[in-house]
């Protein structure tokens, strides 16, 4: 498995929600949604190590933070059971747009209490898992019950949670009561797998007896035998992702690469119209599919890097890669490199840094390098003046040449 990328769309309330798509390193059998358990985030030891593992299997897995948690923009405070609801529907939509519908919906904790609610709203959704979930979302508050009347008597209230502190609304407390589960179970009409363990202290093994009661077949039922409730031993994690691929290649229509989107082409990078928007376009490059887009101002809709932030991209990547080379050729301990890319269109006359002979309207790009490590003066020099050897760095500077022709009718 690769790296897992990092994407973002807007979540319910309009904010951006940072997640990580987990990718095999073939192109993806099928997709998956999981959602987190309260108050953690996508980066928790249980949703990394499942998706990791399914993604050996050959599913892909999209793993998000709610509103106003882990990298997600957004209040905690102004978010409830509700609004995390519709985030997975927001972020089922994403998939759906940019890749494929995801078929397998994964929730840990409340994360299984919201994937079970949101489930008939995701209509590619054909086998849910939960793992370690309430069977009544209204269970959560268990875990500040001593401040449930100061939340009441204030509108609001701080609590902690797992360490830390959060802002509880009265709303959240409002919003969870309208929620029951026994009828979005019962009426799931998708294959449903329970995990549980029966020393779970923190949400108990009941829960899982009602869950199970309630659904209709096809519906399964694995006893995570002395596991805690946050999966927290990686065999146990690992366990639930190798029973959990397992279980739903009986239930997931698996993909060919064409259905995917991830197919491999002969050209090192094909770039084709996604006919989602106005502008938005597929690349793909090698194994690694990417999104181009133009920003909302000039019709576009955002959805990934303009053309020319692409070429910040490829500047900026190659002049750490090169320094990083530099470093690691003359033993230098510079610490962690950054790079950040500026772009804009000048006149070459009136730029004092763009050397001799430019004229007219050019291309400026500038260059901030940071290293994290206390380096003398002569080697920050020397970095600046290795950069210039970057190889994207030459290709900008010097003459290229770009040959097009149409490609051949079939």
Known sequence: MD?????????????MLAARLDLPKASPKAFALF???????????????????????????LRFDFTGLGASEGEFANTNFSSNIEDLVHAADFLKDNYQAPQLLIGHSLGGAAVL???????????????????????????FCSHIDNIKARGEAEVQLAGRSFRIKSHFLEDISTHNLDEKISGLK?????????????????????????AKHPKSFVSLDKADHLLSSRKDAVYVADVLAAWASRYLEFQTEEQTGLETVQAPV?????????????VIAGKHLLLADEPVKVGGTDSGPSPYDYLSIALGACTTMTLRMYAAHKGYDIGKISCDVYHDKVHGEDCADCG???????????????????????????????????????????????????????
Do not use: W, Y
């Open 356 to 410: 001799e002979g430019k004229s007219g309207r050019i291309d400026r790009f500038e260059r901030v390098i940071s290293v994290a490590g206390e380096v003398p003066e002569d080697i920050r020099k020397s970095l600046v003046r290795i950069a210039g050897r970057c190889p994207v760095h030459k290709t900008l500077e010097q003459s290229s040449a770009v040959v097009t022709r149409m490609a051949d009718q079939e």
């Open 35 to 61: 959602a987190h358990c309260f108050t953690c985030s996508k980066d928790i030891f249980a949703a990394t190590r499942i998706a990791r593992a399914l993604t050996l299997q050959g599913i892909a897995v």
């Open 3 to 15: 790296k897992p990328l990092k994407v973002e769309f807007p979540g319910s309330q309009g904010h």
């Open 117 to 143: 609610a949101a489930a008939d709203r995701i209509p590619g959704a054909r086998a849910v898992s939960t793992i370690g979930a309430p069977a009544d979302p209204e269970h959560v508050l268990a875990n």
């Open 270 to 282: 094909r770039v084709e119209e996604t006919g989602k928007s106005k502008f938005q376009q597929k």
């Open 190 to 214: 998708k294959a449903l797998l329970i995990f549980h363990s029966p020393v779970d202290q923190i949400v108990g093994i009941d829960n899982a007896t009602k869950i199970f009661v309630a």
